[in-house]
T-cell receptor
């Protein structure tokens, strides 16, 4: 059974650019959630995808968007990057039967 | 009403001592309460979780105590070890409405266990 994997692990972007982060969910999981974790803070929920549909969204602007693919992997896209978008972006997968959410190692995004 | 409040912000414990971290919530729809452990540069790792139909759950040195009427829950780490030094997050979600994936996290507690 493979765990949650994210790519890339680190990324540096310039303000105004766009970025795509990727996540492979744990085997058997059909739900993927994305979180933003600023330094010294708890993770903040961005949105969740269940069976390729968005299934809830946190308090993030529309320039944060996502996709889930038929194999349940997922992408997080952020347009018009701002300096405050610098954070650790975490992906978590879960099963609608089990409920426990398991996190990947995260992608550290730095916007300069 | 969606907040989960965690305390203390930081904690220093001697090796072999008991570490206690507390959390409080407002939303009575929450019905799943996990604790996560996070090391620097890593993603959070699920440590232990509880549902409100029990008041206590123990796994090895880790115990969750749950007080439904007070809307509080806590993590106890017995016989704390230097390897336990990490940041701990409590969280809450509603299994009925969102299949457990939408977690509301506390602010975190940085635990340091001194040898």
């Amino acid at each position: 059974e493979t765990g949650v994997t994210q790519s890339p692990t680190h990324l540096i972007k310039t303000r105004g650019q766009q970025v795509t982060l990727r996540c492979s969910s744990q085997s058997g999981h059909n739900t993927v959630s994305w979180y933003q974790q600023a330094l010294g803070q708890g993770p903040q929920f961005i949105f969740q995808y269940y069976r390729e549909e968005e299934n809830g969204r946190g308090n993030f602007p529309p320039r944060f968007s996502g996709l889930q693919f038929p194999n349940y992997s997922s992408e997080l896209n952020v347009n018009a990057l701002e300096l405050d978008d610098s954070a650790l972006y975490l992906c978590a997968s879960s099963s609608n039967r089990g409920g426990e959410a398991f996190f990947g190692q995260g992608t550290r995004l730095t916007v300069v | 009403q969606q907040q989960v409040k965690q305390s203390p912000q930081s904690l220093i414990v001697q090796k072999g001592g008991i570490s206690i971290i507390n959390c409080a919530y407002e939303n009575t729809a929450f019905d799943y309460f996990p604790w996560y452990q996070q090391f620097p540069g890593k993603g959070p790792a699920l440590l232990i979780a509880i549902r409100p139909d029990v008041s206590e759950k123990k796994e090895g040195r880790f115990t969750i105590s749950f007080n439904k009427s007070a809307k509080q829950f806590s993590l106890h780490i017995m016989d704390s070890q230097p390897g336990d030094s990490a940041t701990y997050f409590c969280a809450a979600s509603s299994m009925i409405y969102n299949q457990g994936g939408k977690l509301i996290f506390g602010q975190g507690t940085e635990l340091s266990v001194k040898p």
